[in-house]
């Protein structure tokens, strides 16, 4: 599904009245019955019910709800913020015909409007429809006036397409801004549902079908969802008659003295992922710790320098005959000059398919090469801020720039990680990851992932096709494990263990279609 820019919402738009006949009406009125649909889900035995309106055709769509929710036997009162001359021609029908079904309105010229504001608290639910997705500027007035007294009532909010007072592109707050509990947006998705403050004020989203014809909806945008069809076609199959060389073989460098766990997440990631053979090449410590709880891991014990691998162990590792699908390089290798020269060592000549993740990711923000294969970088948010010398704030509210700046400059597949991970690679649009939950922002997940993405490099797959199935598998992993294990405080370990579950649903899905 294909994710949509403010413009890209309002072409669709008007090519669906302009091409396909569709008029406002129709469209506003299918929008009011999807709205509808979630309030009886709500509340299915009834209630009283507030419905704020702007002047524009999201407002328009609050009309709709209204009168639909009245005949559908609701308490219905409606606030518009506007005065009455103020209403658009195509909102102004849908409010007559809303006081002709017996609703009444109060404007924001009406003497009791602040005071009938202050008394919200009473309603069960509350439906926002003051601004839409073309909404731009600072919110002020009335509808500021309105998302306040929303804000402050307590009631459960409904957003129609967009919480009132989030910018639809970047998702930030345009001065005050709804905290919907719930929001419908129509067609497909927006930009504002996956970064700044759009992210958290959307609440528990859907996208409602209003009937816009698939020409419409199929048109390529600069971004769109990775789904679990698309997913499972990717995937690999395993052979009956395959051998553990042909299932890829992934090398895990990482860890160190202070930090061997990172290497023996990234290599239980890789072996729950299905990889063939998977060595740990690392100091002694991080050996250790692997065989202790791993016997199905190749060792590599490399020589070290306090603790963390130095250049000298680069040239250890190259001299090594075993030949590698792939590699994950940098968990928990530590920031300092050893780790960098033996980085820059290491990637000379370099050309198998590499993950570059945690401390190799630091060293490239110190200026280490990346080396001359294909790559996928997987950098969190604090790692993003050091490799583009961008403020954390910078890149949490515009997410897609940042993608978009790590392509420009590295031309490799990279990952944005957080909630809702892109993934992007140069002349693709931006994928969007629709699994995983808050319980991941914990220590050890990242190390997993790598594991995961290295094993499908390893199986032969192109970076980015690996990348965006690693973080939809990984995410739905930790889906089930906030399902079976609660959504807070599982572990990354009970993330990689939940692997060979996860994938038997995609494939099995894929199956059944």
């Known amino acids: 599904m294909w ?20 008029s406002a009406a129709t469209l506003m009125e299918r929008a009011g019955k999807e709205v509808l649909k979630a309030l009886k889900a709500m509340l299915p ?24 929710a009245k005949q559908a036997g609701y308490t219905v009162d409606v606030f518009v913020a506007a005065k009455p001359s103020e209403l658009g021609a195509d909102c102004k029908k849908q409010f007559d015909k809303a006081e002709k079904a017996g609703i009444e ?26 601004l839409g997705t073309g909404a731009k500027g600072a919110v002020r007035g009335p509808i500021r006036e309105a998302i306040r007294a929303i804000n402050c009532s307590g009631v459960p909010v409904v957003s129609v397409d967009i919480p009132s007072g989030i910018d639809c592109d970047s998702g930030e707050e345009m001065g005050e801004s709804v905290w919907a509990l719930r929001t419908i947006t129509f067609g497909l998705p927006k930009k504002f549902l996956f970064q700044g403050a759009g992210l958290e004020r959307a609440g528990y989203w859907t996208v409602a079908d209003i009937g816009l014809p698939q020409e419409l ?36 460098i990482a860890g160190s003295s202070r930090m061997p ?56 590792l190259l001299s090594f005959d075993p030949k590698f699908d792939a590699a994950v390089i940098g968990p928990g290798l530590t920031q300092g000059e050893a780790v960098q020269g033996f980085l820059k060592e ?26 001359r294969g294909e790559v996928v ?20 509210s515009d997410r897609f720039g940042t993608l978009e700046a790590v392509l420009d400059k590295f031309g490799s597949c990279a990952l944005v990680k957080g909630a809702h991970t892109l993934v992007g690679y140069p002349g693709f649009p931006a994928f969007v990851n629709t699994t995983g939950n808050p319980g991941m922002a914990s220590g050890g997940m990242g190390d997993v992932l790598s594991g995961v993405i ?23 992993a930790a889906d089930y494990c906030a399902c079976t294990v609660g959504n807070v405080g599982y572990l990354a370990t009970e993330v990689a263990e939940m692997l060979p579950r996860a994938r038997a649903t995609i494939t099995s899905s894929c199956e059944d279609e």
């Open 45 to 68: 035995e009834r209630g009283r019910i507030a419905v704020f309106c702007g002047k524009g055709n999201n407002g328009g769509d609050g009309f709709v709800v209204a009168r639909l």
């Open 346 to 371: 290491l990637w000379k000549d370099w050309r198998v398919p590499t993950v570059v993740d945690a401390d190799a990711l630091n060293a490239v923000a110190k200026g280490v090469r990346l080396p």
């Open 217 to 252: 909806l199929q048109t390529p945008t600069d971004a769109r969802l990775i789904d679990e069809e698309e997913v499972g076609d990717i995937l690999p199959e395993r052979m009956k008659g395959g051998h553990k060389r042909d299932n890829g073989s992934v090398l895990i």
């Open 454 to 476: 290295g094993t499908l490099l390893s199986q032969g797959l192109p970076c980015i096709d690996a990348a965006l199935c690693g973080v939809y598998w990984h995410g739905l």
């Open 261 to 316: 766990g990172a290497a023996a997440l990234a290599a239980l990631g890789a072996l729950r992922s299905g990889a063939g053979l998977v060595s740990v090449a690392g100091v002694a410590d991080v050996c250790r710790a692997i065989s202790t709880n791993m016997p199905e891991v190749v060792l590599l014990p490399l020589s070290e320098e306090g603790g963390v691998l130095g250049p000298s162990a680069a040239q250890e």
């Open 377 to 396: 970088l997987t950098p969190h948010v604090g790692e993003l801020s050091r490799l583009l010398e961008f403020s954390v704030a910078e890149i949490e």
């Open 105 to 130: 309105c109060r404007f924001a010229d009406h003497p009791d409007w602040e005071e009938k504001l202050d008394c919200l608290g009473c309603r069960d639910l509350v439906v926002d429809a003051l």
């Open 3 to 22: 994710i949509a820019s403010s413009k890209h919402a309002q072409d669709l738009d008007a090519l669906a009245r302009s091409k396909y006949k569709l």
